[in-house]
Nanobody, 126 residues
Framework: QVQLVESGGRSSQAGGSLRLSCAAS????????MGWTRQPPGQVRVGLAG????????YYADSVKGRFTISQDNAGSTLYLQMNSLKPEDTGMYYC???????????????????WGQGTQVTVSS
């Protein structure tokens, strides 16, 4: 089992920056991919960024490419999402997720994720 706890969500003005953190614990050796997803109010959850843990290769959705950066600490126990040039459409609940599948290409679909955090709210005002 893997436990994920997000933090760092808050309100921001458009154009601002935020950094989200996801503290991971448990059997981290069983995870090969971690990512960030977003669920805007009244909408479906979508994947934003992911990282293949063995290589550190990052993947991004077009909507955040160039503005968001996913990274992990050296211990591999904390996942980050640096969000710059925030827009009102970035508003939503942000969830951290992890996948046990060793094989996969690119930004993985959220339906493949095995573990989820409880989410952290980001609100961007214009």
């Amino acid at each position: 089992q893997v436990q994920l706890v997000e933090s760092g969500g808050r309100s921001s003005q458009a154009g601002g920056s935020l950094r989200l953190s996801c503290a991971a614990s448990g059997d981290l050796r069983s995870t090969y991919y971690m990512g960030w997803t977003r669920q805007p109010p009244g909408q479906v959850r979508v994947g934003l960024a992911g990282i293949y843990l063995p290589s550190g290769s990052p993947y991004y959705a077009d909507s955040v490419k160039g503005r968001f950066t996913i990274s992990q600490d050296n211990a591999g126990s904390t996942l980050y999402l640096q969000m710059n040039s925030l827009k009102p459409e970035d508003t939503g609940m942000y969830y951290c997720a992890a996948d046990r599948d060793r094989y996969g290409v690119g930004l993985r679909q959220i339906t493949y994720m095995d573990y989820w955090g409880q989410g952290t709210q980001v609100t961007v005002s214009s």
